[in-house]
């Protein structure tokens, strides 16, 4: 079993050797440039890492590894439009740089170009791989259309919180790794395990993500603490501080979160001082380690040997403790 | 053989009776509100007729027929986004009624749709009709982007501008009708000549289009004259009077073109004047003619006897008389 970082080399090479030019320009260079900024490339290390789990070789998959990273590259990109983002990975968004319309139809082809790559798996996974893949992309785009809705909504629970983070970001993990699986010919049974692990690590890793705008080490990197406070993101923190105030202590949150942040560290202070008093970042602790468990329990479940899964037990304890 | 008026009702009948509502309503009303706006349904006619010439059911095939109506949609709900398009089919555009970023991503959750669709043909089919239709997706997107080019810039020749009404409109002509052919099991020959059929008739009808912006009958539809030409727009029209005209005659037409329109109908008399002195309304018809006669060509090419052929015959004869 090759480590996360032998995959993530392996994807890596292979996004720099592709070919992602095309004629015309406008079209395709910002595709090139998306591809270009980089990152973790997660999603297609963890295409691989199922792959290899159960059997196959990931050289063999590549194709469809590449696919799912332009699909995520593609939701990022309109994502961006949406949200008006004006940097991606400290770099220009698509949109700034070049302009909004070229940032649609870029984004259209990435994801046209994402569909012909899945469809280089063995054409006896074809269908399967594609169905899951393609109903994958529609949860996504719910999960994304809940994030825009919930922004605009004055009472969103947790429950709904942790749905729209499940369609948003946690079933591409489920639906990448049962990819990798299908195409090792697992077992049915495996196939649902090694989704459900993906699922609960992803909402696990967007629960972290959420701990670490408010209590990440802000000094080492110099990303500002506090980003979602100040733009009254509903964040598990925020949704599990007004569910759990009343009175006066959900009068003071609610008027936090309506003022003006001209006192934005002041602002930052009295959010977080009510999630002391509320022991808020203890709750979302438990709730992303209990979602964190529930993935390592689902791979434990497999039906392979404990110590072909230490790839992805060290890939997944990683996320844990990721800093931004 | 049926008569393209049966198609047309079998499928629309097909539209009304599918459910495209989902959760949440912002990204799924969009779908249903847009596939509710009518339109000729040519697209899935040809694929259903084309199907039919080759011997195959339309009833069998009605699923991909709805696939490739729904990417068709999926294209002018993001095209109207970038050309800020107030009205489709006398409705309000999708971004208009909702806003831009519902317009966004309920187009491309259309566009996850319309794979979805295609991928009910029968299994032997998949690869081919898939691969076939996501190239043909790309090649739309990519006139798409020419067509947003040339509106900036200031030399555009009529053999781009062919190129990129190919792109744009004809391709998914060919690959409907080609669909429908390979899923009859029609031979490669035959699939070939479908498909120029479609793209030659696409390149005429856009032609057609071109021309009857400028000569259609107005009264009977109350439709603006001359639209593209107070649009500036690089029509075959426009584009041949400038590459045709030179000296006092070219700098009168630049000067037409640079002006502002607060005398709407004397720019569109004066460009109109332009057009009889040159002749330019003869040249689109003489061009138009040309790739209609391909298309019928192909047509009668195909290994399938004479009299099957009626429908597809009169449907292209049909978009040729069309009027706004």
Redesign the interface.
């Known amino acids: 079993m090759h480590s996360p970082e032998y995959f993530q080399e392996l994807i890596e090479n292979h996004i720099r050797n592709s070919d992602f030019s095309?004629?015309?320009a406008?079209?395709y260079d910002p595709i090139h440039y998306m591809m270009s900024l980089g990152g973790k490339r997660l999603r297609p290390v963890l295409l691989l890492m199922s792959h290899e789990l159960f059997g196959g070789k990931a050289e063999n998959i590549l194709s469809p590894a590449l696919g799912i990273e332009i699909f995520h590259n593609f939701t990022l990109l309109?994502d961006d439009?949406?949200d008006k983002a004006p940097l991606r990975r400290s770099q220009q968004t698509v949109h700034k740089k070049w302009n909004?319309?070229?940032a649609?139809?870029s984004?259209?082809?990435m994801?046209?170009?994402s569909?012909?790559h899945l469809?280089k798996v063995n054409?006896s996974y074809?269908?399967r791989v594609?169905?899951l893949f393609?109903k994958t992309?529609?949860e996504v785009?719910?999960g994304?259309?809940?994030d825009?809705?919930f922004e605009k909504s004055n009472h969103v629970s947790i429950d709904e919180y942790i749905h729209m983070i499940e369609l948003k970001t946690a079933v591409l993990l489920g639906c990448t790794l049962s990819i990798g699986a299908i195409c090792s010919d697992a077992d049915e049974a495996d196939i649902n395990k090694i989704y459900d692990f993906g699922k609960n690590l992803g909402i696990a890793f967007q629960l972290h993500d959420d701990l670490l705008d408010v209590y990440g080490d802000s000094g080492k990197f110099g990303k500002q603490i506090g980003g979602d406070i100040l733009a009254n993101k509903k964040t598990f923190l925020l949704l599990t501080a007004l569910e759990n105030s009343k009175g006066k202590k959900l009068e003071t949150l609610k008027q936090l979160l309506v003022a003006n942040s001209s006192a934005p560290q002041e602002k930052i202070s009295s959010v977080m001082q009510i999630y002391d008093e509320l022991n808020v970042r203890e709750q979302c602790e438990t709730a992303m380690e209990g979602f964190y468990k529930k993935a390592l329990e689902s791979l434990e479940n497999i039906s392979v040997p404990g110590n072909k899964k230490e790839g992805l037990r060290l890939l997944a304890a990683k996320l844990m403790v990721r800093e931004k």
Chains 1, 2 share one sequence.
């Open positions: 095309g004629h015309p406008e079209l309109h439009i949406m909004d319309d070229i649609i139809l984004g259209d082809t994801f046209v170009q569909c012909m469809m054409a074809l269908q594609l169905s393609l992309a529609a785009c719910e994304q259309q809940l825009m809705n």
